[in-house]
C-alpha cells in the first residue's frame, strides 16, 4: 500500500497514471487505447508484440513465434496468450505460435559470481507444471534447462520465424545459453527481434551492471558477433512520457540476415519545396 502511493507521488503525472491503473484493473478501452497509453496488464510484452507483427507484415509473413525464457507459476505466458489474440484480432492477417522454456523446477544452481548468487537462489520461482498446463491455451512449454533444450528446438518445433523474445532467466549463465539460439540459421528469425530483458534495470539491492546478470549476458554477446547486436531502440527514449521498461527493450539486429536489407518504409516519399 505504502509503496503504491509512493509511486503515485513520484509519478510526474499522478492523475493520469491513477486513471490508466483504474482503465488496466477494469479493462478499458480498445486495442489502440491501451496500447497509446501503456494500459495493457503487461505493456512491455504488448510492444514487443505488437511491433514485431507490423514489421513481420510488412515483411509479408503471416505467422511468427513469440518466445518466453523463464515461466515460473505462468502469469507471463497466460498475458502472451491474451495479447496474441488482441493482436490478431487487431491485424487480421497475422498469427502468433507461442513457446515458454523453463527448467520448471525453478532456478537451477548459480554458476559464479555473474549469476549474481547475492540475489538468487537455486531452487526459486518452482512450477505447478499441472495448474498451469490447465490454464494454457496454445502456448507450448518447453521443459528442461535452457541449456539442453535450446540445440534441437528449432529442429523438433519447427516454429514460425521468432519474431519476439521474453527474457526472464535471472542468470547470466542462462540468458548467455538463450542468447546463443540467436546463432542458428537465419530464416528462424525476423531480421530485428524485439526482446525485453526482465532483470537490467533493479533497485540498489540487485545494482545490475554491464559485466554480471543479463545486462553481462548482452554484453558479451555483443562483444563476441560483428553482425548481430542488441541494441535499445532510440525511439523510445523520445517518448515524452518515460516508462520504466523503455529501458528494459533492446531489438536484435541480424545485418546479414537476408531479409535485413528488404525495404520496408512507404514506397512514396517526396518532400516538396515549401514557399
Ligand atoms: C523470474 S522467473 C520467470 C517469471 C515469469 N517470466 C513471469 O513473468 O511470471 C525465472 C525462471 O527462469 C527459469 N530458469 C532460469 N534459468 C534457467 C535455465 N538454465 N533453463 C531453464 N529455465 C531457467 C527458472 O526456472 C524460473 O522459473
Redesign the pocket.
Known amino acids: 500500500m505504502i509503496a503504491t502511493l509512493k509511486s503515485y507521488v513520484l509519478d510526474p503525472y499522478p492523475l493520469r497514471r491513477l486513471a490508466l491503473d483504474v482503465a488496466r484493473r477494469v479493462d478499458w478501452g480498445n486495442f489502440d487505447f491501451k496500447y497509446f497509453n501503456n494500459s495493457f496488464g503487461r505493456p512491455n510484452y504488448a510492444y514487443i508484440m505488437y511491433e514485431s507483427a507490423l514489421l513481420a507484415r510488412r515483411l509479408g509473413l503471416k505467422r511468427i513465434s513469440v518466445l ?9 505466458l497466460i498475458a502472451m496468450e491474451r495479447l496474441a489474440q488482441e493482436i490478431e484480432q487487431k491485424l487480421g492477417d497475422i498469427e502468433f505460435d507461442i513457446y515458454g ?8 544452481k548459480p554458476e559464479d559470481y555473474r549469476d549474481l548468487p547475492y540475489q538468487w537462489k537455486e531452487g ?4 505447478d507444471e499441472d495448474a498451469l498446463r490447465a490454464k494454457l491455451k496454445r502456448a507450448k512449454l518447453v521443459l ?4 539442453d533444450t535450446a540445440g534441437d528446438f528449432f529442429k523438433k518445433y519447427q516454429p514460425a520465424p521468432v519474431a519476439a523474445v ?1 527474457h ?4 547470466y ?2 540468458t548467455a ?1 538463450a542468447l546463443q539460439m540467436f546463432d542458428a540459421p537465419g530464416n528462424n528469425f525476423l531480421p530485428r527481434v524485439f526482446c525485453y530483458f ?1 532483470d537490467t534495470v533493479g533497485s540498489n539491492l540487485e545494482l545490475y551492471n554491464e559485466y554480471t546478470g543479463q545486462r553481462g549476458a548482452i554484453n558479451d554477446f555483443n562483444q563476441n558477433h560483428t553482425d548481430k547486436k542488441l541494441c535499445p531502440p532510440v525511439y523510445l527514449k523520445s517518448r515524452p512520457i518515460q516508462e520504466p521498461w523503455y529501458q528494459q527493450i533492446y531489438v536484435h539486429h541480424h545485418f546479414s540476415h537476408p531479409d535485413y536489407c528488404q525495404f520496408i518504409a512507404e514506397s512514396n516519399q517526396q518532400l516538396n519545396l515549401g514557399h
Open positions: 518466453e525464457f523463464g515461466v515460473a507459476g505462468g502469469n507471463g522454456f523453463d527448467t520448471g523446477k525453478g532456478l537451477p526459486f520461482f518452482p512450477m528442461g534447462d535452457i541449456r521474453s526472464d532467466f535471472d542468470y549463465s542462462s545459453a526482465d
